[in-house]
């Protein structure tokens, strides 16, 4: 049985299902999760009355006043750390960085406690914390507001790191961060807090971790590639493949929806069926999550491939301010269809 | 000038007063007037002496100058001379500021509304204070035979503080702690013999033999670990007080830590944020004044960490650390404040670890051998055994009795770790994550 099937019979997606944004999406998904358990609180600057920099707590508190809406001073390691002993003695601590930059002010407390204090206690204490913020290139939000990090989280043992790529998924990802007994980095990239799409109204439906969604399947003609998109990246190798179409190209898009888990399995399943594999992500190319996907694809499926993995990364430099000059960073269109080519006809 | 009254003084209870140093401030119906001290000794303010503010006729006593001896008679919290040079020196401190505690009673604002509470039981804190000790000597007796691999970082000399705060707490409240741990996870109810087997990395050891030394975990008595890294157990333990606001538990939560860990971000941070939200925290600075072996005098200008607590808008005591009495009292105070929902304490307990920093290290250089013996000599176990007997109160023979039972508790602890077998290799990649790729969570899924 696949994991869809198995989703569909235990909670069905069309129950009060309507479209919604991103951000709504993830929004209700935390409204009916903290209405649910009392034990849920979130922090974060601006998360209180005013709803959130990006509108990620909306009406909330409102709904549940200011000691589980807590506005907090602007001390990353303070409150992470914080939140760390308050997860492990009962509650359940949302973390909202706004920007996913200032986590890097955490680092210490993320890696040597979050991350550590089940092992550490030999499974006695859980760590439930979802650790979340908005993250990649666009807006011209500049250097200190622009960046990724989501692969050094990966490189640990003790994260889950889900990257949703869809309303739906911001969703059903956020609850199973919120239910999950471990740390959690959620991530929404800024240029999908208004994209838009269906969303279930169940309360009780999750999306697991560690499992991949086809996002395009192959047409059946023409020449095959699978094509792993990381969040932001999926719609625009969505519409990349609608374009190549015309070219005679047939293109399977893999969005991992979580990296930590990775669910290389299906990758790997789609390497079978196409022979080719192109990685698409935003973050920098050296010790990412391509340079990751590709090693294990090598080593588990080498006989599969009948051309060289490719790789396709943002620039491997800061984030410029400039729109022309953040636009040479980012992965351009013209980029994109030329990857896809390379990775096809290479 | 026929009376006058008390402005202030500028020394503690306990304190050690150089001969020519300012003692207080008097006001006369003239001026205010700085009062010197006329010989060198340890303060002593009666709880007879006048009030700040009282008017009073002059030849009154408003306190005495005492030996150390005399001082250690009267119970006082005394605090060390300046034996080295570079050493945090007595200064001028207001007990407004400040407020000080000793084993008569409690000064300063925040502090007079929690006089009643729980009983002192010196025997049951005598005994923790061996326990610590003894447990402590046999298992750095057991690193010099290679049976304890890595670190171990006695508390030897500091025993009265985790004895004395531990005392005033319940099972179910936390306590978070450092990498000089043995001493809090004792005090809390880890048995000596899980501390010894996880020392010796057995699969008996209160952490499964996974911690050692530096990282102790048993959270089914509130002992939510030590830690290897210095200055996030206070942030920890703020979040611990944040589950407790949040869930109205009842529980408190404790955060030791030294003096190094006074000068690091998550100390400013921890008490900004303990405090804005009057969590039930209590913050608890293990002054043994050095940071490894760097000087908490060539670190910090201010040499009362419990002064910093001012900046944060919550009370900050300085103790004795070394008088188990003196600090059981402070503690019973900051308990009694956090439960009853009136926010974060700092206490700073002034105390000295007389081993090297780890067992094993090279000891010079930093410290001299007479400021060492100095503090040897103001053994806490001594003292309050020399308190007891002086008091009369408990026989000889009890205390005896009682630290032969604790020597033969150390020989089982050690020889139940020695007989425990390893753990089971096939496990070191245990407990990593609780989730398991494509599993669902929470119970309530359809």
Not at chain 1, 284 to 305: K, N, R, W
Request: proline fraction near 5%; include cysteine; glycine fraction near 10%.
């Amino acid at each position: 049985m696949t994991v869809e099937t198995r989703m569909a019979q235990m909670a069905d997606p069309r129950i009060g299902s309507r479209e919604m944004t991103y951000v709504e999406a993830a929004r209700a998904g935390l409204d009916e999760e903290m209405a649910r358990d009392s034990s849920i609180f979130v922090v974060g600057q601006g998360i209180g009355a005013r709803g959130g920099n990006f509108t990620t707590t909306l009406g909330l508190y409102e709904k549940y006043g200011p000691a589980r809406l807590r506005d907090v001073p602007i001390t990353e390691r303070g409150f992470v750390g914080m939140c760390t002993g308050a997860a492990a003695t009962g509650s359940r601590p949302v973390v909202d960085f706004m920007f996913i930059d200032f986590i890097l002010d955490a680092l210490g407390e993320l890696i040597n406690q979050t991350s550590k204090l089940r092992y550490m206690t030999h499974g006695r204490v859980k760590v439930p914390i979802v650790l979340r913020g908005c993250f990649g290139l666009g807006g011209a939000a500049a250097t200190h507001h622009s960046g990724s990090y989501y692969p050094f989280f990966a490189h640990l043992p003790g994260f889950v790191v889900a990257l949703p790529s869809t309303p739906a998924d911001a969703k059903g990802l956020l609850k199973m961060a919120i239910r999950t007994d471990d740390p959690v980095i959620f991530l929404e990239h800024k240029g999908l807090l208004n994209s838009r799409g269906t969303v279930s109204g169940d309360p009780d439906l999750l999306i697991p971790f560690g499992v991949a969604s086809i996002r395009r399947h192959l047409a059946g003609h023409g020449k095959r590639v699978t094509v792993v998109a990381i969040s932001g990246m999926v719609s625009k190798v969505l519409a990349a493949a609608d374009r190549l179409a015309a070219e005679g190209i047939d293109v399977e898009v893999i969005d991992p929806r979580t990296i930590a888990p990775l669910d290389i399995g299906s990758i790997i399943e789609s390497v079978r069926r196409t022979g080719r594999l192109l990685i698409v992500d935003e973050d920098y190319a050296p010790c990412g999550i391509g340079a990751e996907v590709a090693a294990q694809v090598v080593s588990d499926a080498f006989d599969y491939l009948d051309a060289p993995i490719k790789r396709l990364n943002a620039n491997f430099t800061h984030v410029p301010y400039s729109p022309p000059l953040e636009a040479e960073v980012a992965i351009s269109v013209g980029q994109l269809d030329n990857a896809i080519r390379e990775a096809v006809h290479g | 000038m026929e009376t006058g009254s008390i402005v202030e003084w500028l020394k503690r209870p306990g304190e050690f007063v150089r001969q020519g140093e300012q003692l207080l401030i008097i006001q006369s119906d003239k001026a205010a007037n700085e009062i010197e001290a006329l010989e060198s000794g340890y303060l002593d303010i009666p709880s007879d002496s006048p009030a700040l503010g009282a008017e009073v006729p002059i030849g009154t006593v408003l306190g005495a100058l005492l030996t150390e001896a005399e001082a250690l008679a009267r119970g006082l919290p005394i605090i060390a001379p300046d034996v080295h040079a570079s050493k945090t020196s007595p200064r001028a401190t207001s007990p407004k500021q400040v407020p000080s505690v000793s084993a008569t009673g409690v000064t300063g604002a925040s502090a007079v509304a929690y006089t009643r509470g729980a009983e002192r039981d010196d025997v049951s804190l005598y005994r923790e204070m061996v326990r610590i000790r003894k447990v402590e000597e046999a298992l750095a007796r057991s690193h010099q035979q290679g049976l304890v691999h890595g670190a171990c970082h006695t508390y030897v000399g500091e025993e009265a503080i985790a004895t004395a705060v531990c005392a005033n707490l319940t099972i179910k409240d936390t306590i978070w702690s450092t990498h000089r741990g043995h001493g809090h996870a004792l005090a809390k109810g880890v048995t000596a013999r899980e501390l010894a087997a996880e020392l010796f990395g057995r699969e008996t050891g209160c952490a499964g033999g996974r911690g050692g030394s530096m990282h102790l975990f048993k959270p089914e008595v509130g002992l939510m670990g030590t830690s290897g890294i210095v200055g996030p157990c206070i942030l920890l333990a703020t979040g611990a007080g944040y589950t407790s606001a949040l869930l109205k538990d009842g529980r408190v939560s404790v955060a030791f830590f030294g003096d190094g860990a006074s000068n690091n971000g998550a100390f400013h941070e921890g008490l900004n944020l303990a405090t804005v939200w009057n969590l039930p925290v209590i913050f608890v600075c293990e002054n043994n004044q050095y940071a490894t072996e760097v000087p908490y005098a060539t670190v910090s200008k201010q040499p009362d960490v419990a002064r910093k607590a001012d900046g944060y808008g919550m009370p900050g005591f300085v103790v004795d650390g070394n008088d188990v009495r003196a600090v059981w009292e402070a503690a019973r105070v900051a308990v009694e404040r956090a439960r009853e929902g009136h926010g974060p304490t700092l206490i700073e307990a002034k105390t000295y670890r007389t081993r090297p920093h780890s067992e094993g290290m090279r000891d010079v250089g930093y410290r001299s051998v007479d400021e060492i013996d100095y503090w040897k000599s103001r053994c806490p176990i001594q003292y309050l055994r020399a308190q007891l007997v002086a008091e009369g109160v408990v026989p000889v023979a009890i205390l005896d009795a009682i630290e032969h039972e604790i020597e033969e508790e150390a020989r089982d602890a050690i020889a139940f770790a020695t007989a425990s077998g390893w753990p089971d290799a096939s496990t070191a990649a245990d407990h990593v994550v609780g989730w398991k790729a494509g599993e669902l969570v929470g119970g309530a899924v359809r």
